[in-house]
């Protein structure tokens, strides 16, 4: 007589092609390299996820967290994902009784916090301060975009460097487009990839604060740069170039606002510790815009800004920030090609400053921020640890305490 036959069911997990902006948050994120993309879509490798949900909260709309419960023998191949512009319908097969759960079955002996993210897999914050605004997320959508008028758009490096970064000021009218300091919108640029297809959004951090680059106005700005080149290769950024090449009046298609941790605290008391590279200074200037602005309104928490850059023509808003008040802003700038100058980063300025960021990190009130290339990540942390423990802090522990409390975010790409 036969014995039972063992059907393996799997819950695969699966990212959406329609709300995906591309940002290679969960490429960067995803502990097992379980996560690839080609010039189409971003996809997840059935055999190698183990379910951990470390990708989950750090994407901005949410096409992360999608799952089809499919036969193990049957699960969707990267190939075919690759083709998709939208997910499957799930079938109707009957899930077995056992626990089904995304990560069902996942080994591993790392501990958990409260959201069931394991800790130890992300090295950021994956929930906001506990005193942030509550974020609009996925109001307008590549189905159903809106329009925002262009009403400023100039350079922000000087004209003699190779550096063209922009600041772009969109109005949306009378159409509701409510965002947050450190968030981000998608900008959908016209045409279509060499296969034909419509060019997917592009995400952009918001620079201005949430009552707008003009106060009481429907508008926000961001910080581009124009992309020319890539991994030492001649590249005509599409976005980034259809961005800063617009003229005051032009109609762009925008979809947003995403983004639902990288949020700045709303408590007065609370401080602001931001470090910053190039157009990765977009989220710190809004946060301390509207941290400016509510000066006079009780807010007395301190901010601390190391903004780093190749030379000082090349470092936006590099004029505003050097007017504002030593009082209101600690801002200590690096810079790594200054002709006849020793090479110095963020994490150089960090280290001069040991004493004063260690007091930041033994305040419970103290949020970090980190923006820019990826490249900075490993440097601007290794600092934080040596600054830690020469002052005895346990920089592990503190670590996981600030990423449990929302207190330590990183956006690099």
Known sequence: MNGPVSIEVLRQHLIDPEICIRCNTCEETCPVDAITHDDNNYVVKADICNGCMACVPPCPTGAIDNWRTVLKADAYPIEEQFTWDVLPEQNTMAVPAADDSPGAGASGDTSADASG??????????????????????????????????????????????????????????????????????????????????????????????????????????????????????????????????????????????????????????????????????????????????????????????????????????????????????????????????????QDAMRERAVDVANMLRDDNTHIYVCGLKGMEDGVLQALREIGEQHQMDWDALWAKLKREGRLHLETY
């Open 117 to 346: 993210i394991e800790v130890d897999t992300v090295r950021g914050a994956v929930v906001p301060p506990w005193s942030a605004a509550k974020p609009y997320v996925n109001l307008y959508t590549h189905k159903a975009p809106t329009t925002a008028t262009v009403v400023g758009n100039y350079r922000l490096t000087d004209s003699t460097t190779d550096s063209d970064i922009h600041h772009i000021v969109l109005d949306f009218g009378s159409m509701p487009f409510p965002v947050l300091e450190g968030q981000s919108i998608g900008i959908l640029p016209p045409g279509a990839s060499a296969d034909g297809r419509a060019h997917h959004a592009r995400p952009y951090s918001v620079a201005s604060p949430r009552d707008g680059e003009r106060p009481g106005y429907n508008n926000v700005s961001l910080t581009v740069k124009r992309v020319s080149e890539q991994h030492g290769d001649a590249i005509d950024g599409v976005c980034s170039n259809y961005l800063c090449d617009l003229k005051k009046g032009d109609v762009v298609n925008v979809i947003g606002p995403f983004g639902s941790t990288f949020l700045m605290p709303n408590h007065p008391n609370s401080h602001l510790l931001m470090i910053c590279t190039g157009t990765g200074s977009a989220p710190m200037r809004a946060m301390t815009e509207y941290r400016r602005r509510r000066r006079l309104k009780g807010a007395t928490g301190k901010l601390m800004l190391f903004f780093g850059a190749r030379t000082k023509e090349e470092l936006p808003y590099f004029g505003p920030l050097t007017n504002l008040p030593k009082d209101f802003i600690d801002t200590n700038l690096a810079f790594s090609r200054t002709p006849g100058q020793a090479k110095r980063y963020v």
